[in-house]
């Protein structure tokens, strides 16, 4: 993949499940898990940031227990010998019901929301920078774990704490960043949207996580707009998943600057093609159709589409492959703010 730093969501993974973290885990790093614990005999699961695939090195083991009454416990195995463990004597997952799990990477610690409420934090044992896999054991339906830059504030704000944590006391000093990461973003950010449907069970990518009074339909409005809070800048990106209708003829991603279209994307079945071009007052400019591979979109089949802005282009990437570079024809970046949405598909995920 072409883009550094973040990468696309994995879609409804299968459990158990391992994927690669692309370079690495960074600080200000946020992995966000959506699912549901299954009704089984099975009574603990796992979340697991280790090294490789192999379990033999695990930064922190997450390991929610369904045992007398209920708790969670944290460990790191190191050389394959597991640590002391920390309990927390609580239990914030249920049976039957659906989660949102986010572990945010600090300099010192991992903190952990459970259902956007802090539950736990633990401090590092082992340089973080050495995790590159997320893995996942256990009985969960997951419908979502994506990955998410966060430069500006830190998404678990103290005082959300619950309970003072009886930890071993945590290392102040910074540790020094990996090289072949991006710098933290210099660009003002004022928030990230994320919009992620609620679908009813059955569906190809449920979302349990977000309740139905959030999204009462299973579907995004089509077509669908939203905002790009400030715009577009150097490093900025966005993410557009969703499911290409079966009878699909086209559909097209736009960035839009009031009534103009700084960038149409414009998969065409109809003619094995995707396009992309410009419209300026009414205008469209030429047509850029030529890919380095064969068309990336399948009618029936699901997607995510990671468009990321530099200086220069955007690039963009399919299912976690680049796919073609777009030269910027309007300059002035953040006012290119708005989001649309439209055509033969049903959408799971945006964030801008």
Known sequence: MAFCGVQPPYLSPMVPFSGTIHGGLQEGLQITIQGTVLHSFENRFAVNLQTGFSDQNIALHFNPRFEEGGYVVCNTKQNGRWGPEERKMQMPFQKGKPFELCFQVESSEFKVMVNKNF??????????????????????????????????????????????????????????????????????????????????????????????????????????????PGGLYPSKSIMVSGTVLPSAKRFHINLRSGSDVAFHMNPRFDEN???????????????????????????????????????????VAVDGQHLFEYLHRMKNLPAINNLEVAGDVQLTHVQT
């Open 119 to 228: 539950f736990v934090q633990y401090a590092h044992r082992v340089p973080f920078h050495r995790v590159d896999t997320i893995s996942v054991t256990g009985p969960l339906q997951l419908s979502y774990i994506g990955f998410q830059r966060s430069p500006v504030r830190p998404a678990f704000p103290t005082m959300h704490f619950s309970q003072p944590a009886c930890f071993p006391s945590k290392h102040r000093g910074r540790k020094p960043k990996p090289p072949g990461f991006w710098p933290p973003n210099p660009a003002p950010v004022t928030q990230t949207v994320i919009h992620t449907v609620h679908s009813t069970p059955g569906q190809m990518f449920p979302n349990p996580a977000m309740p139905p009074t959030v999204f009462p339909n299973p579907t995004y409005p089509m077509p669908f707009f939203t905002s790009i």
């Open 273 to 315: 093609a995707v396009v992309r071009n410009t419209q300026i007052n009414s205008s469209w400019g030429y047509e850029e159709r030529s890919l380095p591979r064969k068309m990336p979109f399948t009618r029936g089949r699901s997607f995510s589409v990671w468009i990321m802005c530099e200086g220069h282009c955007l690039k």
